[in-house]
């Protein structure tokens, strides 16, 4: 079948640590996302990759980083210079960023603090 | 900048009666609108876009919405809702030369009571 997957499902993070949140997709899609949801504010975008080894800042890009170095990959790491890490993280795809089809989801990384 | 306003944190209606979700937005230009939908602890599901044409838009699982651009405004309806509707759902907004990028709303939980 294909989709996207993001592993793990629940991840603790203690203080001080950079963790990885891992996402992989095998539609062939050219476009990868990354969304944090938190309660009661949507969904705000981190980091989105247009093609292979290249991505841009989201709205919400601070403490965060990420790399594209395979099209079905496009890990996320969340440094210790996120204070506030607590959070649903969602990894999205869309065939090419530059259109307006829709984004498919994976099912999410609940990220919490220990 | 754009934006997406949903002003009902919940609604609540019963199995068999209209159900409304209400969206408004801010745009520069033409928008692009789009709905999704949140399962429990799951990834967005995509719903039903609104690019041109047509106002009324049909979606997946017997959803529509209405593009009003007087109103600035994108509801989503169903005529009989059913219980499995019960979820979180999001509206979202692409501007036209705005990188792209979506803009989602901060959802609205739906409960269909049997």
């Known amino acids: 079948d294909g989709g996207i997957t993001q592993s793990p499902k629940y991840l603790f993070r203690k203080e001080g640590q950079n963790v990885t949140l891992s996402c992989e997709q095998n539609?062939?899609?050219?476009?990868m996302y990354w969304y944090r949801q938190d309660p009661g504010q949507g969904l705000r975008l981190i980091y989105y990759s247009q093609i292979v080894n290249d991505f841009q800042k989201g709205d919400i890009a601070e403490g965060y980083s990420v790399s594209r170095e395979k099209k079905e990959s496009f890990p996320l790491t969340v440094t210790s210079a996120q204070k506030n890490p607590t959070a649903f993280y969602l990894c999205?795809?869309?065939?090419?960023?530059?259109?307006?089809?829709?984004?498919?989801f994976g099912s999410g990384t609940q990220l919490s603090v220990l | 900048a754009q934006s997406v306003a949903q002003p009902e944190d919940q609604v609540n209606v019963a199995e068999g009666n209209p159900l409304t979700v209400k969206c408004t937005y801010s745009?520069?230009?033409?928008?692009?609108l789009f709905w999704y939908v949140q399962y429990p602890n799951r990834g967005l599901q995509f719903l039903l876009k609104?690019?041109?044409?047509?106002?009324l838009v049909k979606g997946s699982y017997g959803f529509e919405a209405e593009f009003n651009k007087s109103q600035t405004s994108f509801h989503l309806k169903k005529p009989s809702a059913l219980v499995s509707d019960s979820a979180l759902y999001f509206c979202?907004?692409?501007?036209?030369?705005?990188?792209?990028?979506?803009?989602f709303g901060a959802g609205t939980t739906v409960t269909v009571r049997a």
């Open positions: 999205a795809s869309s065939i090419r960023h530059e259109t307006n089809e829709k984004l498919f």
């Open positions: 979202a907004v692409r501007a036209p030369r705005n990188d792209y990028k979506l803009s």
């Open positions: 609104y690019i041109t044409g047509d106002n």
């Open positions: 745009v520069s230009g033409n928008p692009y």
């Open positions: 539609l062939n899609h050219d476009a």
